[in-house]
Each structure stands twice: as C-alpha cells, then as structure tokens.
C-alpha cells in the first residue's frame, strides 16, 4: 500500500523518508522498526512532533505519522514498552516529541494522557536500484558504526540528577566558550530517548559536529547499548578531527537509560577532562555529588543547574559540598571559564587554523 505521509518523526532520520510512503502489513515487532499511523484525538498540552530537521509541528487528529517503535523510561514524561506483537490496526501511543511509538503503561500528569497513534504498517524500504522487493524499515539502517580510531582528546561529560537539571543548557555554555577559544568542539548526546533538540543547541552553541544515539542506530538507550554507543559517537567524532568533545548524558545518573553503564566504564571514565553535575536542588546537588564519588570514583569538577539559581544555591554547594557552583543562565561565562581551565593543560596546541 502506498500513502501520504503528513509528518515524519525525527527518530527515522537515518532513513530519510519522504512524503510518499510504501507499507506492508506485515509489521516487524521490535525496537527501531520504522512505521506508519494515523493520530487520534486532540490536545493542548505536549502535542507537537519534532521533524526530521528538528522543526517541531503539531500534531493533529487523522494525521498520519511516520515514526518508530521503542520504549521510553521518562520520570517527568510517559513509560512506555514495545509490545509483545503489533498489527494494523492496533491502537498504540506516542511516547515522546522524536516519534517513538509504543504501548503507554504510565505518564505524568503533567504532560496529559499520550496521543493514541493506529498502526497502518510497515514503512518499506527499497534500497536496490530498480528493485521491487522492498525491506523493512529500520532505524539502523544508514546508522553510523564506529571506527577504528582511538579517542585521544578530551571528553566534558554533563550528568544530571534527573531529566530538567539544566544539563543541555549548561553543554552548550561549554561548547560555546570552547568555539570562541578557537578549539573545534564536537557535541554528544549519549543516552536518552530519540530527540534532536539537545544536540541541535549545542550545534546553535557552535559545535562543528554533532552526534547522539539515534545516529548510532538507537531509538532509546538502556544499560546494554549506552557504552556501546558512547565508543561508536566518539569514535566516530575522532573522524572529524574535533579538538574536544562535550558528552550530555540523557536523564539522571540513578535513571534507566544506561547511564550508570557509561561512568562504571573504566575507558570511557578515563577520558574524562572535566566533570559536570547538574542538579535540581541541594540534597540532589550533595546526593549526586557523594554517589558519584562513592560508586564510580568520580569527582565532580562543578556544580550546575537549578540547584545554582540564586546565592542561597551557590552557598550551600560552595560551602557544604565544597565545589565550585556556577550557574549556566546567571553567569554563563564563569561556567565556561572553569571549564576551560580545567581543559587547558589537554587542549595543549590543537586550536583551529
């Protein structure tokens, strides 16, 4: 069956689908599958789909969506699973703005019960010139693979307590004050659920390039992908001659997308140039700040977030926790700095031309 497409998710970038799509009814259930529906209902709060060009557009009743199946672990947004099998017709939900489409099992309230998406098919491929026998579409399909190259600059990693910790907006000061230094400045978004928005600040920010999980071929990140991941997008970079690369870690260091996989990593932890800690509040700040050292032998360089917002946040992290506190909104430049510092004896001589 062929049909017109109104939006395609940003999920199945990889694939670059058009407007114009073929399906098949027989639909592979499994994560990163690329698919068609047909949105139900209407609403007014967290209805918009981001694009394959990181637009976002509202979603509306009767629009037929491409996107793809996957699960999602969000706190403040929606749990969702792939479901045991998945045929026309079926009613599942969209779980996130990238396009992930699955069985909904519980939400926030504060983002409204999800969309209902319909199952029409299976988007097909047909990657053989003048050939008629189409493949299942897959995310993975045109993903990046890694190389053979080794990560030899060095790695900010931002963490967080939680999702809405200030960790992209805190990135992307980093990424920016290290492009005005006149270093080329790779941005990584390693775990999460499909969403281009973060890497694209920290490309807005002045990344020369950016990557994140979902070029990697990944819908949503877990504790058997995250690692994998962060060596493919490094190594990846590596490729691009990027002086330093500036790594967000998607959700919080005590959530369910593989973080924890990436700081217990002995080579992975070892790039690390600098350490970021962005936190909602005090007891996360002096929380994060102790498990982080306990558990993965970490030590945070800074802290960041919400947890910084006013002096009252400043004081209790500067004297209590005994870090340095700079806040990503109030004094953007006093983050940079910091960093930058910190980086200095690393960065050594490679500047751009």
Excluded: W
């Excluded at 979603?59 to 996107?67: E, F, P, Q, T």
């Excluded at 969000?74 to 009613?91: M, N, R």
């Excluded at 992290?317 to 006093?334: H, T």
């Amino acid at each position: 069956m062929k049909i017109h497409v109104d939006k395609v998710g940003s999920v199945t970038r990889n694939l670059q689908v058009g407007r114009t799509a073929h399906l098949t009814e027989d639909v592979k259930c499994e994560e990163g599958a690329v698919i068609a529906v047909r949105i139900h209902g209407e609403k007014s709060v967290y209805n918009q789909l981001e694009d394959v060009n990181g637009r976002l557009v509202t979603l509306h009743a009767g629009d037929i969506v491409v996107g793809a199946l996957g699960h999602r672990n969000a706190l403040h947004g929606y749990e969702g699973v792939v479901p045991a099998s998945v045929k026309v017709g079926d009613k599942l939900h969209v779980l996130n703005m990238g396009g992930v489409i699955g069985q909904c099992t519980s939400h926030n309230p504060g983002v409204g019960l999800p969309f209902e998406a319909e199952v029409l098919g299976q988007v097909l491929t047909f990657p053989e010139f003048q050939s008629r026998e189409g493949q299942h579409a897959h995310i993975s399909t045109g993903a990046l693979k890694g190389t053979s190259k080794a990560v030899t600059v060095p790695v900010v990693y931002v963490v967080g307590t939680c999702m809405n910790a200030g960790k992209t907006y805190a990135a992307s000061v980093v990424v920016r004050k290290l492009a005005q230094a006149g270093y080329r400045v790779g941005g990584a978004k390693l775990t999460g659920v499909s969403l281009m928005r973060d890497t694209l600040a920290m490309q807005d920010s002045g990344a020369d390039v950016v990557m994140d999980f979902t070029d990697a071929g990944i819908v949503c990140t877990g504790a058997r992908t995250a690692s994998k991941v962060a060596r493919i997008v490094f190594t990846e970079m590596m490729t691009q001659d990027v002086d330093v690369i500036v790594a967000e870690t998607g959700d919080g260091i005590m959530g369910e997308y593989g973080v924890q996989a990436i700081l217990a990593d002995p080579e992975l932890k070892a790039l690390g140039g600098a350490f970021i800690l962005c936190a909602n509040d005090p007891v996360g700040a002096a929380g994060g700040v102790r498990h982080l050292r306990e558990v993965y032998g970490i030590e945070m360089d800074m802290v960041a977030g919400p947890a910084t917002d006013n002096a009252v946040g400043v004081r209790f992290v500067e004297q209590v926790v005994g870090l340095p506190a700079r806040n990503a909104r109030a004094d953007p430049n006093a983050l940079g700095t910091l960093i930058l510092e910190k980086l200095a004896p690393k960065l050594g001589a490679g500047r751009k031309s």
